[in-house]
Nanobody
Framework: QVQLVESGGGLVQAGGSLRLSCAAS????????MAWYRQAQGKKREFIAA??????NQAGSVKGRFTISRDNAKNTAYLQMNSLKPEDTAVYYC????????????WGQGTQVTVSS
């Protein structure tokens, strides 16, 4: 199993930037991909971006503003968020997809991002 710890959330004004980090530990060799999701209050969890050895993909709502990256030496994924909008306010979660199942099987505790107008 993989354990995930997110950090970097906070309060920022609209138009500002934040960088989230997700540190993985445990059976990191079992990871196929790492991803970011978010859940706004009263809404369903939403896919944001994912990264694997073959590349990255992002949701249309954040394309051009958010960038996912990964430092394999540190087993850490990042989400650089620029041009933040109030509608980006949510709890952001990190997740990993396992090679064995090709399903997302571990989640972090989440980090709150609040964007004020």
């Amino acid at each position: 199993q993989v354990q995930l710890v997110e950090s970097g959330g906070g309060l920022v004004q609209a138009g500002g930037s934040l960088r989230l980090s997700c540190a993985a530990s445990g059976s990191v060799s079992s990871i196929n991909a790492m991803a970011w999701y978010r859940q706004a209050q009263g809404k369903k969890r939403e896919f944001i971006a994912a990264i694997r050895s073959g590349g990255t993909n992002q949701a249309g709502s954040v394309k051009g503003r958010f960038t996912i990256s990964r430092d394999n030496a540190k087993n850490t994924a990042y989400l650089q968020m620029n041009s933040l909008k109030p509608e980006d306010t949510a709890v952001y979660y990190c997740a990993v997809r396992y090679r064995a199942t090709m399903e997302f099987g571990s989640w972090g505790q989440g980090t709150q991002v609040t964007v004020s107008s």
